[in-house]
């Protein structure tokens, strides 16, 4: 088994152990935000072990009742998907449903480490891993409500591996490209400052102005243009909510669902999206690469599409379900956000969609509609919560990208212009500043 260490990488011992140290501490109390008597559940690749290690010695120091670890292998994952039947993966193992309805049900937080090579599964059948997300969506159905509803915090985070890394830099020797990518890895979480914590505490209140400024204007539809060949207008729920930097469980407790995250999001009206979105960089699912992709919406189903690479992957997502060809998620993301400028094209969705403006086909969130947390699944469809065993994000952001609000009277306002945040974000917040400082 290959696992991480300096010598490995190239980097200097101690302050590669340090920065591993203090990510794990940043997960554990501020992604996870562990409280004394939870359970934890880490699923991760062999190769980070090390990580692993410093995870769970930080989750029982937190207080952890008990840490699960589940370590996964590449290789046997996809000798699995080429000799196992497709009806294998449409029964989903009993055991592994009571592990993740049982704990969902005791609120125990679930972390997931993103470490695999993009290309590990190319060539795989999409059908049978579309099939095991499909049953175990059903099987599962305690352990999602808990993460989706407001139950129990998740957060994914990344860890660099040789062969994630030697993807990204073909040309590099292994050792500096492995290097390269922790360093960056670090970079992203904000691990390199003095203070990580401190840091993403900042990056949260941040993000609160611009939740702010968005709920308060109440848009109803968002239309967004390219050069590319973008022109789409998405609808939004009356009732619908901005979220983003974070999330709150039911009990008020914040955790962070992604670490890094750049994102602010919400959950449009799946049934009204019409026009043509170009997605903008490769999608990364499932260890296969969907590239050079389009998608044609009308009254908010996906009609038409196409890829260059990737096609006949991108087909199995549509098909998954009947909600897999609606959108779910909304999210804005400004072309000049720290993770962008790296300049890293990381072919993994945790990173590249806090890169860039992106969507998603598939389930919405339902804490991004007012009363969301309390609705079943059929109630938040109704109100415009798409509702899918899937969930894939595909990123669209550029750096001539605007997106304009409409709101109810039909008035537009600019959101984002060529890319980032348009100067009537920052001019309409410093008005309501200043309005109420002559209150």
């Known amino acids: 088994m290959r696992s991480v260490s300096a010598e490995r990488i190239g980097m200097n011992a101690e302050e590669f152990q340090n920065n591993l140290e203090k990510y794990a501490q940043l997960v554990i109390h501020c992604a996870c935000n562990i409280q004394p008597g939870q359970e ?58 009571l592990l993740h ?23 795989a059948d999409p059908q049978k891993l579309i099939a095991s997300q499909r049953a175990g969506k059903v099987a599962c159905a305690e352990y999602y409500d808990a993460l989706y509803k407001g139950g129990a915090p998740w957060c994914i985070i990344g860890a660099a591996s040789p062969a994630w890394a030697e993807f990204i830099w073909p040309e590099l ?25 401190a840091a993403w505490q900042q990056q949260r209140q941040n ?87 389009w998608l044609r919406l009308e009254q908010g189903r996906v009609v038409d599409f196409q890829a260059a690479e990737g096609q006949d992957v991108l087909a199995a997502i549509l098909a998954t379900d009947d909600g897999a060809r609606s959108l779910g998620e909304c999210a804005l993301v400004p072309w000049s956000n720290p993770i962008r400028q790296t300049g890293i094209l990381f072919y993994s969705t945790l990173f590249d969609e806090n890169a860039a403006c992106h969507l998603a086909l598939g389930s919405g969130y339902p804490d991004c509609l007012a009363g969301g947390l309390e609705m079943t699944d059929e109630q938040l469809q109704a109100a415009g919560v798409n509702k899918s065993a899937t969930h894939v994000d595909f990123m669209l952001g550029s750096a ?21 945040w348009s100067k009537s974000v920052g001019a309409d917040r410093q008005d309501q500043k200043e309005d109420a400082a002559n209150d």
């Open 40 to 97: 934890l559940v880490i699923s991760a690749n062999l190769e980070t072990i090390e990580l692993v290690r410093l995870l769970t010695e930080a989750a029982y120091q937190a207080g952890a009742r008990r840490v699960t670890v589940r370590l996964g292998d590449e290789r046997l994952t996809r000798l699995s998907l080429d000799y196992a039947a497709l009806a294998v993966y449409e029964e989903f193992p009993d055991w592994l449903a």
């Open 101 to 123: 309805n049982g704990l969902g049900r005791q609120g125990a937080a679930f972390l997931h480490i993103e470490s695999a090579d993009p290309q590990a599964l190319a060539g």
């Open 173 to 197: 020797d292994p050792a500096m490209a492995l290097e390269r990518l922790w360093q960056a890895i670090f970079h992203a979480a904000r691990v390199d400052q003095a203070d990580p914590a």
């Open 207 to 293: 993000f609160q102005q611009r939740i702010s400024w968005l709920n308060t204007h109440r848009f109803q539809a968002l239309h967004y243009q390219n050069s590319r060949g973008t022109d789409l207008t998405i609808g939004l729920n009356p009732e619908g909510l901005w979220q983003g930097g974070g999330d709150v469980l039911k009990n008020s407790r914040y955790f962070f669902p992604n670490l890094p995250t750049e994102e602010i999001f919400t959950a449009p009206d799946w049934r009204r999206a019409d026009g043509l979105v170009q997605a903008t960089m490769p999608l990364v699912y499932n260890g296969s690469v969907i590239d050079g992709f």
């Open 400 to 420: 001539d990208l605007s997106i304009q609000g409409i709101d109810a009277q039909g008035n537009i306002t600019d959101i984002f212009e060529n890319g980032e």
